[in-house]
């Protein structure tokens, strides 16, 4: 899949991570069908390979399905063979390699310019700022942006709705929502209020469509 293209055109990727399988499975299937295109399951949650595998088979062969916290070679190969077609990690190491190698494209986390210079290197397809409110928000972006005006970006790390278009309008070409998306949704929680949020996301990346 060319993500790249893909978070250029959705804007929003949704961050899956809880405790129940069964919920976090019902989580990733309301988000599909709310038109939620790319989502991504982290490894943290409980049986996320179950959930992801199961996730596979529900969506079919062609819905982009990602698997987060990828920090080792064997995370992306088992999540590769779960069935998830892009990797997200949380900063650079053996996983970029690894899932780079598997054919999947990589969200890679980056903090630093001088991170920024290297995952660009391992062929990253997008940089996902992490943790991006907690590293200074729309104004560490800007300031990213002066030396690599043409970067990818993706603010990951406590972005609600606000946030979310603060930083579609300071020129990232995505952002990754988890908590203020997902609610308790993936632990057993309302999957009609998780509706209620993305149809609410939706909205917001839909100002930034291009």
């Known amino acids: 899949m060319d993500l790249r293209a893909a978070l250029a055109a959705h804007r929003l990727v949704a961050i899956v991570r809880g405790d129940d399988p069964a919920a976090a499975l019902r989580t990733v299937l309301a988000l599909a069908a709310e038109g939620i295109e790319l989502i991504e399951v982290s490894l943290t949650g409980k049986d996320a390979l179950t959930v992801i595998e199961q996730a596979r088979q529900a969506l079919g062969p062609d819905r982009p399905l990602g698997a987060g916290t990828v920090l080792t070679a064997e995370d992306a190969r088992v999540a590769h063979r779960a069935g998830a077609d ?3 990690t949380p900063a650079l190491g053996e996983g970029v390699d690894a899932a780079r190698e598997l054919g999947m494209p990589v969200l890679a986390g980056v ?25 200074g928000g729309t104004a560490y972006l800007k300031a990213l942006r002066g030396p690599f005006p043409h970067e990818p970006f993706v603010p990951v790390g406590g972005v609600d709705e606000a946030a979310a278009r603060g930083y579609l309008a300071a020129g990232a070409v ?3 929502v988890g ?32």
């Open 86 to 88: 892009f990797a997200v």
């Open 174 to 176: 995505a952002v990754g």
């Open 179 to 210: 908590s203020p998306l997902i609610g308790d949704a993936a632990d057993g929680g309302s999957i009609t209020d998780l509706r209620e949020r993305a149809r609410a996301f939706r909205a917001v990346v839909g100002e930034f469509a291009r």
């Open 111 to 135: 903090m630093t310019p001088t991170e920024i210079v290297t995952a660009r290197g391992l062929g990253a397809a997008a940089l996902k700022i992490f943790p991006a409110e907690q590293a």
